[in-house]
């Protein structure tokens, strides 16, 4: 938990250096959730986080240098500098994601758990007890694929624990205004589930509840949603304003800061002095200021690694050895005019499938935003311009890029170095951002009388 917070709390302050870049949301506050469940794993187990998963990623065992330099969007790992804040992923820790859309890790995490039953049922693998923890937000609950995929590991018994970080707000949305039901412990029994409420600001309250929901799945009992009552010290993402809740709830949440409450707890029971547990504090403290310079003199991609892992690469149109943008199917644009001429209208993540199809080129946005990518997204074509003339309508449209108005072919055929892209994309959505950020702020609170 510890070094969580110190991470996080680094990470603003990488932030705001503009060390980083895109969306960073942190998890202050939460930490107990993280490592009340994470710490009973075992290295099989599988982790399936959201954008809110450097915690899950260090819990997980993935090395604080690993994740800082993911952050700076860095070569030395977990993602290459590919995935950044909400991509974090590692094959080698069964970190099975971040999602920057939300509820997108769920089915994946039932997928896994699936996998694990399908080893030991069907392929014989005795051994095979793995289990699967899926983290995601209260507001994600309101999502189909939350209730969908309830079902079908209720359905399968699959090994599984939904964990639930409630935290009481979905960007500026009051849980308790978005749910019908706001106790979201009780969908578990709705679809033959256990469902089970726990303070998740206690880390071992919260350890207590996962050895039970950890230990059914992994004996075949099946799936356990867990409802974890917590709450985030900071604002929703970096770029955000915070002062939307109210003070007397923030005040409330802060007397019961899980770190604090650990420590109180180990020093009036005696398991620890508070000398050793200033020496822990001195030990992560170096642990992130070595992250941090880790993170800082690792090198920047190589610019041809732009187009690795995106899998429908148009055709002709990619880096050259030289490292620089070509454009040499001509064809590739037309396909948009052809798009356009047979009225085929397409938005971000729709689109054709196989290179070929005219409309191809549509097809790309979705792998290039699902497998992540501050890098990647100054990738894209001219045309997708043409579908988002403004971050607000990037935004009306829930896409979860809001940079790419600013980008055009001919910026990235130009002789600019990708250093500076990037460093145009941090302060463009950044600074575009906080001000959508502030318009929406402004009109709830009109709506509640709050402001003239
Ligand atoms: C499918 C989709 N819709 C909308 C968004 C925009 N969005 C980003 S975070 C967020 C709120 C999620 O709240 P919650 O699940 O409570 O998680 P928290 O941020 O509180 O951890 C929304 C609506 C998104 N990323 N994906
Ligand atoms: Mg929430």
Redesign the pocket.
Known sequence: MILGRAFEDMCAQMYFRGKMFGYV?LYNGQEAVSTGFIKLLKKEDSVVS???GHMHALSKGVPARAVMSELFGKTTRCCRGQGGSMHMFSREHNLLGGF????EGIPVATGAAFTSKYRREVLKEADCDHVTLAF?????CNNGQFFECLNMAAIWKLPIVFVV?N?L???AMSHLRATSDPQIYKKGPAFGMLGIHVDGMDVLKVREVAQTAIARARSGEGPTLVECETY?FRE?SLTGPEELCDPAEKAHYAARDPIAALKRYLIENNPASETELKAIDKKIEELVEDAVEFADESPHPPRNQLLENVFADPKGFGIGPDGRYRCEDPKFMEGTAQCKKRGIERGPGGGGETPGDPSFGEGIISPIFESALPLASCQFPKKFTKYLTSADEAHDR?V?IHWQPYFSLESLLSEEPLQSSLDLIAGQSSSHHAEMEKGRQVKELKGQGRLP
């Open positions: 949301h959201t954008y809110r920057s859309f939300i509820g995601f937000g209260d507001g994600t970080q935290n707000w979905a960007m985030m929703h829930d979860s």
